[in-house]
């Protein structure tokens, strides 16, 4: 299993900001994804972070709103560019890792309300 | 695109009930995932299944796999309070992990 952090564990933020939120892993892991959680609802990918290249993003989500980084194997942010009201959600990290190497483990999930 | 559909989408039930909630993919999957959220929480993984028939079991929890790949079912037997949630089914498809809408277990008062 993986032990994951994030910080912020939730924030408030006007339109127009950037937030960025971190995620820690108590171990090395080659990937990391960044999701995103309305409430109540499922969840998205927005983009898998690799140490050492460029983040790959999903359809729908693009570098220049979601910047990523990833500077090594247990640590990455994701950034919330210019927000709006419509980025309200839960941005949850996650790793794949476990006995299979497919079990994924999630953060406790950074709560953003951009007014 | 690739879907996995998830039904019942809200599931209320007395305690001591049974609760099923099942997974339907329109593409052959390599595997199924299945995660438990419970309310104000992360999901958690519970269990994968990968062979074509499988059936796994966690105590009062038990995981099918369709003979094609397709479908999947969690169900519950004698339902407890720490049971409430939402569960969601993930299946595995050419490297993507597909996350079905989640079913909600309500416990009736």
């Known amino acids: 299993s993986a032990v994951i952090s994030q910080k912020p564990s939730r924030d408030i933020c006007q339109r127009g900001t950037s937030l960025t939120i971190q995620c820690q892993v108590d171990?090395?892991?080659?990937?990391m994804f960044w999701y995103r959680q309305q409430p109540g609802q499922s969840l998205t990918l927005i983009a898998t972070a690799n140490q050492g290249s460029e983040a790959t993003y999903e359809s729908g989500f693009v570098i220049d709103k979601f910047p990523i980084s990833r500077p090594n194997l247990t640590f990455s942010t994701l950034t919330v560019s210019n927000m709006s009201p419509e980025d309200s959600s839960i941005y949850l990290c996650s790793v794949k890792t476990g006995l299979s190497g497919n079990e994924q483990f999630f953060g406790p999930g950074t709560r953003l309300t951009v007014l | 695109g690739q879907q996995v559909m998830q039904i019942p989408q809200y599931q209320h039930v007395q305690e001591g009930e049974d609760f099923t909630t099942y997974c339907n993919s329109s593409?052959?999957?390599?595997?199924i995932q299945w995660y438990k959220q419970r309310p104000g929480g992360h999901p958690v993984f519970l269990i994968q299944?990968?062979?074509s028939g499988e059936v796994k079991k966690q105590k009062r929890l038990t995981f099918q796999f369709g003979e094609a790949k397709k479908n999947s079912s969690l169900h519950i037997t004698a339902t407890q309070t720490t049971d409430v949630g939402t569960y969601f089914c993930?299946?595995?498809?050419?490297?993507?992990?597909?996350w079905g809408a989640g079913t909600k277990l309500i416990i009736k008062p």
């Open positions: 171990s090395q892991v080659t990937m």
């Open positions: 299944l990968v062979k």
């Open positions: 993930a299946g595995r498809s050419n490297y993507q992990l597909i």
């Open positions: 593409t052959t999957l390599s595997n």
